[in-house]
């Protein structure tokens, strides 16, 4: 079993920066090297949404086109580590954020793929 768990999350002005950072645990750290990681957003009572994603190590990476430029993705394989800076952030960014953890090494941007999540953390933007 994995354990993931998401923090960075705030109230924020629009045009302000985040940085989220997701900590996983509960399997080897040599598994955690071998798997693809990603980014979702869910808002209440709509779908959650792909964001980001990054390969097992660090070279691939994949952005939904609403937060291409202005966010990052990023991995620290050494501490178990998932990053995603947030940058210009606007009211449309406001969502609960959560990372997953892939089932493959690429990384993926269908929630399907993904086989454990975090409880999510939460990011709220002001106009």
């Known amino acids: 079993q994995v354990q993931l768990v998401e923090s960075g999350g705030g109230v924020v002005q629009a045009g302000d920066s985040l940085k989220l950072s997701c900590v996983a645990s509960?399997?080897?750290?040599?598994?955690?090297?071998?798997?693809?990681m990603g980014w979702f957003r869910q808002n209440p009572g709509q779908e959650r949404k792909f964001v980001a994603s990054?390969?097992?190590?660090?070279?691939?990476?994949f952005y939904a086109e609403s937060v291409k430029g202005r966010f990052i993705i990023s991995r620290d394989n050494t501490e178990n580590t998932l990053y995603l800076q947030m940058n210009s952030l606007n009211s449309e960014d406001s969502a609960v954020y959560y990372c997953?953890?892939?089932?493959?090494?690429?990384?993926?941007?269908?929630?399907?793929?993904?086989?454990?999540w975090g409880r999510g953390t939460q990011v709220t933007v002001s106009s």
């Open positions: 509960g399997r080897t750290h040599v598994t955690f090297t071998s798997v693809g």
């Open positions: 990054i390969g097992w190590n660090g070279d691939q990476t």
């Open positions: 997953g953890w892939d089932n493959a090494p690429l990384p993926g941007w269908s929630v399907a793929e993904y086989e454990f």
